[in-house]
């Protein structure tokens, strides 16, 4: 009977989520640190407890003036990664089904983006988004083999600036990025909504440790392609990619998914004025970025003929995981510091205005795809 219960209640939860649209944006306030100056996180940002605001509301104070928002989720500084990632696990599920995910974290540099992605590398507790994802995958293989399920993983992980890719796990060391080859990660896309991305490596996992494993070579790769730029690390956007392909013969069923993890480039509003050179071109480059980001999440939501995924280099390459029946969810970093108020604003108004977003399409009638999880976590 219990079981039951629970079944049913995951059911319409899908549902309920299935209805919704294709869309979800959480808010994760990250904790009061030393360098945040005076702690008066009570003044500047609270959490609303009505029994509609509970956990989904936050109102920010500046001026004297409270502004408050709803978002599907919001997170307080207590929020621990695990209560984070039980939030998401669902999504994640879904591409084992054969969607395609995209998870961005957006905020301005220091707000918890990296934390909440990655969190401390080696800490149990600390570990963000990607290794919990990687791990449930893997344990979720496991038991969808006994169901007769092949899965093929692969991972990719590459980084965004100034509108170029750098590949995080070429074997070249110095950190080849496509500036001065053309040809070199040009991004297409197929018929089957796969992308491709020249000369990207590739590579086949097997376990989550394989993947940590690559998530630091990515992060040393990072570092010294870093120093050799005289690049700030807020200033690209990391992307990581598990491509998910899984066949059942017995069911004569085949499904590919796609997940994506996106620790996008600070949002901070870059002032044009104090900068010239490269560093003029670097903020050009990350407006134009996140503000193409936005773009095309607003043309899918005002279902447009013409979605301007052209615009940038990471738009492109998401083109086949954002929209149609893909699966996005935005989790907007806040900091509580007074000092970082006006930021804060602005990322929760960008956030409520992706949130007012529906995309919901109609399914494809002919899919595979099922409309709940085979497995379900959380
Ligand atoms: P960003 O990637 O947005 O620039 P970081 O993730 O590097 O920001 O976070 C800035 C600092 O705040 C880091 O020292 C990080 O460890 C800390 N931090 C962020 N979020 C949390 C959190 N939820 N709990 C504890 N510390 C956090
Ligand atoms: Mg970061």
Not at 45 to 66: C, N
Not at 248 to 261: A, C, F, I, R
Not at 338 to 367: D, M, Y
Request: proline share 3%.
């Amino acid at each position: 009977k219990v079981i039951e219960g629970e079944a049913l209640r995951k059911k319409m939860h899908n549902t309920i989520l299935e209805l919704k649209g294709n869309i979800r944006v959480f808010c994760r306030v990250r904790p009061f640190l030393s360098d945040d100056g005076i702690d008066s996180v009570t003044k500047t940002i609270s959490f609303p407890t009505t029994t509609e605001a509970l956990g989904r509301g936050i109102e920010v104070v500046q001026q004297g003036q409270t502004h408050p928002f709803m978002f599907d989720k919001v997170f307080t500084p207590q929020s621990s990664q695990e209560e984070v990632f039980v939030e998401i696990s669902q999504l994640v599920q879904s591409a084992l089904d054969g969607y395609k995910v995209c998870i961005f974290a957006y905020g301005q540099t220091g707000s918890g983006k990296t934390h909440t992605m990655m969190g401390t590398p080696g800490s149990y507790d600390d570990k963000g988004l990607i290794p919990r994802s990687l791990e449930q995958i893997f344990d979720a293989r496991e038991k969808l083999k006994e169901q007769g399920w092949k899965y093929e993983m692969q991972v990719s992980m590459l980084e965004i600036y100034n509108e170029t890719i750098r590949d995080l796990l070429s074997s070249n060391k110095s950190c080849s990025t496509d500036s001065g080859n053309k040809q070199q990660y040009a991004i297409k896309h197929d018929s089957n909504g796969n992308t491709n991305v020249a000369d990207l490596t590739i590579v086949d996992v097997r376990s989550s440790k394989e993947v940590a494993f690559l998530l630091n070579r990515a992060a040393q790769s990072r570092s010294v392609g870093k120093t050799q730029m005289n690049e700030q690390s807020s200033r690209s956007h990391f992307v990581f990619t598990l491509r998910i392909s899984g066949v059942n013969e017995t069911m004569e069923q085949h499904v590919q998914g796609v997940l994506n993890l996106i620790d996008l480039a600070g949002s901070e509003r870059l002032s044009k004025s104090g900068s010239t050179g490269d560093r003029l071109k670097e903020t050009q480059a990350i407006n134009k970025s996140l503000s193409s980001l936005t773009d095309v999440i607003f043309a899918l939501a005002k279902k447009e003929e013409h979605i301007p995924y052209r615009n940038s280099k990471l738009t492109y390459l998401l083109q086949p995981c954002l929209g149609g029946d893909s699966k996005t969810l935005m989790v907007v970093n806040v900091s509580p510091a007074p000092s970082s108020v006006n930021e804060s604003l602005c990322s929760l108004r960008f956030a409520a205005r992706v949130n007012a977003c529906e995309i919901s399409i109609p399914r494809r009638q002919t899919s595979m795809r099922y409309l709940e999880p085979r497995l379900s976590y959380g």
